[in-house]
């Protein structure tokens, strides 16, 4: 084994329990059911991994798997949504909790928005990367970050009203 393929194999190995931790818990908060979380980490390592020798010493490692992660996660919403005729998160809810009714509304509002602005938004507040860390992830500017911030939780304001979208930054 040569020495590029030893260090590939041990540092996606040492950090993969962490990256998929990142990946499992934005799948499992957009999509809301373990089963999805873990499919959507998986799709994301495994494209972690085919990307390893760009990525492995990147300073925003978690932050790109979040993203992808959260891509994936949203992504597989829309899939759903136009397998099942668009029928909105009110058919697909049976008087759940509460709890599972938010989930649903943010994740179709989160498809909604502009990919630039979910990307920020899913960064910000459903990971909780600083602003720096989610600008190097997405490579734009922290003022842009602040930008596409701000107009997404306007957007979600407006789509959840307020009480939903002082929950989504908790």
Do not use: C
């Not at 697909?92 to 709890?99: M, Q």
């Not at 990367?129 to 500017?141: F, G, H, K, M, Q």
Request: hydrophobic share 45%.
């Amino acid at each position: 084994m040569s020495g590029g393929t030893h260090l590939f194999d041990e540092g996606f190995d040492a950090t993969f329990d962490a990256l998929f931790d990142v990946a499992y818990g934005v799948g499992l908060r957009i999509l809301g059911q373990p089963a999805d979380a873990e499919d959507v980490a998986s799709e994301a390592l495994a494209r972690t991994l085919v990307r390893w020798s760009q990525l492995h010493d990147a300073d925003h490692l978690h932050a790109w798997v979040a993203k992808v992660a959260g891509n994936l996660a949203v992504d597989r919403t829309r899939r759903r949504r136009r397998l099942a005729g668009d029928v909105g998160p009110e058919a697909s809810v049976d008087h759940r909790a509460e709890e599972v009714v938010l989930r649903d509304a943010l994740r179709d509002a989160l498809a909604r928005l502009p990919r630039r602005q979910r990307e920020v938004v899913v960064l910000r507040h459903l990971v909780g990367l600083p602003e720096a860390d989610v600008a190097a992830a997405l490579r734009i500017s922290v003022n842009s970050v602040k930008k596409h911030a701000q107009r997404a939780l306007q957007k979600l304001r407006i789509d959840l009203g307020s009480d939903e979208e002082v929950r989504l930054a908790q």
